[in-house]
């Protein structure tokens, strides 16, 4: 990777928890992230459009695509049940430890057999995972945040490994705009599935909360696109975008009040050298 593509993916991983942030912080998070994914779609277009892209993908692209929205949905649903329910500061760092289940379907699926570099690693993010999750008694705080953390980690690393495949045929923004336009039905029937009401007129905020982390979110998604177009792997992507898990923190603690700083942090770096020690030994 070099220095300019990892600019690009450090870049991104800064974007990446404000946005969270504001889907957070919002009255109606369901009625944020929706509106943050339609954001998405029009940016998109747009962006296409200026670009002279060809807005329609090459035919065998098109399974990539449904990936990769199939992984945007599980991400989406389960990403606003996180924050809706949970600390910015505890959870986001599982969200973002997609390599883990890289690793496990590797080992599950296809058989692959790891060292004991990788089985540190895995070691490591599982005790700084626990660390960021449990209470006053060492008890998970809630294991239904936590359950949902899972699954947006496993979203993550169905459409990041589609993502990076499909970034050899198309543009990042006609990406963009399919997967995101065929995430927006998945969206709003597991928002119903999960019983987190669709607001059918959204509050006076949303519109702007909307705008502003959609176009944090675009940012973001779009110089990883780029960094997968230019040849970065995705396994080294994910390495560099770990810096974003400490930056959850500090974030969590700073705009949105939450305690025990020091502990998060030190658990945080735990989960975030552990990833970046897995993929350097896959």
Do not use: C
């Amino acid at each position: 990777m070099t220095p300019f593509v990892a600019a690009l993916v450090l870049a991104s991983a800064a974007l990446h928890p404000l946005w969270n942030l504001l889907i957070k912080r919002n009255a109606s998070p369901v009625g944020a992230y929706l509106g943050l994914a339609g954001t998405l779609v029009g940016l998109a277009l747009l962006h296409a459009l200026w670009s002279g892209a060809p807005l329609w993908p090459p035919a065998g692209a098109w399974g990539l695509l449904a990936v990769s929205a199939a992984g945007q949905g599980l991400y989406g649903v389960a990403l606003v049940t996180v924050l809706r329910r949970g600390d910015l500061s505890a959870y986001y760092p599982v969200v973002r430890a997609s390599p883990i289940a890289i690793v496990a379907y590797g080992w599950l699926v296809q058989g692959a057999t790891y060292g004991w570099p990788m089985l540190a690693g895995i070691l490591l993010v599982l005790a700084g995972g626990y660390r960021l999750q449990a209470g006053s008694g060492r008890r998970l705080d809630d294991p239904v945040a936590l359950g949902a953390a899972v699954l947006a980690m496993m979203g993550a690393a169905v459409y990041s490994v589609a993502d990076g495949i499909a970034m050899r045929s198309m543009a990042p923004e006609v990406l963009l705009f399919w997967t995101q336009l065929a995430a927006l039905p998945l969206l709003l029937a597991g928002f119903r599935a999960v019983g987190q009401a669709v607001p059918l007129r959204p509050p006076s905020r949303i519109p702007w909360v909307a705008l502003g982390a959609g176009a944090l979110s675009y940012g973001s998604y779009y110089l990883i696109l780029l960094a997968y177009q230019m040849g970065a792997p995705v396994a080294a992507v994910a390495s560099v975008r770990q810096a974003s898990i400490p930056l959850s923190v500090l974030i969590g603690a700073l705009w949105l009040g939450e305690k025990r700083l020091a502990g998060r942090l030190g658990a945080s770096l735990l989960v975030a050298a552990g990833i970046v020690l897995i993929i350097l030994n896959r």
